[in-house]
């Protein structure tokens, strides 16, 4: 069981947008900045969204990031086939005192 | 160019200790820390513990403390992960990552990553 919650699965078609959620506590998400990662198949993960809402250089300014009290959300504009991939938020949590990461949800393209 | 370079492979029998390792290039290797996160087979990521490499300090996660142990040796910029007597739950890719060009508990650069399989 994860600390942070998210679904397991989301889907869209080409070109659609899709929002994937992240709930937390006031322990990790409702204190901390909230990080997204990015799972290609049979790869590492990389960092698609750190500090809540920023991009690392690179990062199509087509994922966004948002936060509000103790959940975060990952958006996907525009998607695209090569978007297929698990995708996990993170935060610190203080309880806890180390890092924490939502269980992945899988992104279909259909 | 900055990465991180994990060891290759291993495969072990239970009961066996192991040390793997994750050496940082093209950065203050001292400066950020090292992070330890395993995903098990078809499963999801876990934040194991971490280290500064200035001083060796570690944290680890509650889960993983007293299981593993992370060290450093900061004059060949290489972090480890050791396991004293594995089990076949620790077969698992374990992946090291550092936050370098961002701010916070986030990590930017990742290591490859190194399969452990243990079996007997």
């Known amino acids: 069981q994860s600390v942070l919650t998210q679904p397991p699965s989301a889907s869209g078609t080409p070109g659609q947008s899709v929002t994937i959620s992240c709930s937390g506590s006031?322990?990790?998400?409702?204190?901390?900045?909230v990080n997204w990662y990015q799972q290609l198949p049979g790869t590492a993960p990389k960092l698609l969204i750190y500090?809540?809402?920023q991009r690392p250089s690179g990062v199509p300014d087509r994922f966004s990031g948002s936060k509000s009290g103790t959940s975060a959300s990952l958006a996907i504009s525009g998607l695209q086939s090569e978007d297929e991939a698990d995708y996990y938020c993170a935060a610190w949590d203080d309880s806890l005192n180390g890092v924490v990461f939502g269980g992945g949800t899988k992104l279909t393209v259909l | 160019e900055v990465q991180l370079v994990q060891s290759g492979a291993e495969v072990k029998k239970p009961g066996e200790s192991l040390r793997i390792s994750c050496k940082g290039s093209g950065y203050s290797f001292t400066s950020y820390w090292i992070n330890w996160v395993r995903q098990m087979p078809g499963k999801g990521l876990e934040w194991m513990g971490r280290i500064d490499p200035s001083d060796s300090y570690t944290n680890y996660s509650p889960s993983f403390q007293g299981h593993v142990t992370i060290s450093a040796d900061k004059s060949i910029s290489t972090a480890y992960l050791q396991w004293s007597s594995l089990k076949a739950s620790d077969t698992a890719m374990y992946y090291c990552?550092?936050?370098?060009?961002?701010?916070?508990?986030?990590?930017?650069?990742w290591g490859k990553g190194t399969t452990v399989t243990v079996s007997s």
């Open positions: 500090s809540n809402n």
């Open positions: 990552a550092s936050g370098i060009a961002v701010a916070g508990s986030s990590m930017d650069v």
């Open positions: 006031s322990s990790n998400i409702g204190s901390k900045t």
